[in-house]
């Protein structure tokens, strides 16, 4: 996908405006899917980790390189006002690319306090039809349910909000 955003880019195959949504949404699926899914359980793994840092990194790079970029500018409507809350709002569409390697960041030494407290890693608690994870067997926790709401707010907080 990061490929073709790039061609789609490079040689004007889809609008500037459409591009923009598709790397906004890019941004923040990434690690929404990551932490909605049995993925999540994955992450564990350091060499799994590891992978994922280094998308992540490359997504971090993208961020930085395009930060400033008026062609990835969020445009807003006239009525806009920016100040208050309003002034730490994304004004890039690429700003979504710092949620992956924020939600990493996150992610490891949580899962690590986790499994030194109680043993075990951390799992996904959306889409459980039930108190138990069929991939871990194990019982899902009160912990586990805190875990994925902050990781999912890491995410949505790297989304919108803007570094200076």
């Not at 799992?123 to 194990?138: D, E, G, I, M, P």
Request: with cysteine.
């Amino acid at each position: 996908m990061g490929l073709f955003i790039l061609l789609a880019y490079q040689i004007n195959i889809i609008s500037l405006e459409a591009l923009n949504l598709i790397i906004f949404f890019y941004g923040v699926g990434v690690p929404m899917f990551l932490l909605s899914q049995d993925t999540l359980i994955d992450l564990d793994n350091t060499d799994t980790y590891k992978i994922w840092g280094i998308i992540a990194l490359l997504f971090f790079i993208v961020y930085f390189l395009t930060k400033d970029n008026q062609s990835f500018a969020v445009r807003n409507s006239s009525d806009f006002v920016d100040r208050g809350i309003n002034k730490l709002i994304a004004k890039g569409s690429t700003t979504s690319l710092k949620a992956l390697p924020l939600f990493l960041f996150c992610y490891w030494p949580i899962n690590y306090f986790i499994k030194k407290r109680t043993g075990n890693y951390i799992v996904n608690t959306f889409k459980q039809s039930n108190w138990r994870h069929k991939l871990a067997n194990r019982e899902i926790q009160w912990y586990d349910i805190l875990i994925n709401l902050v990781l999912a707010a890491v995410i949505i907080c790297a989304t919108v909000i803007n570094i200076k």
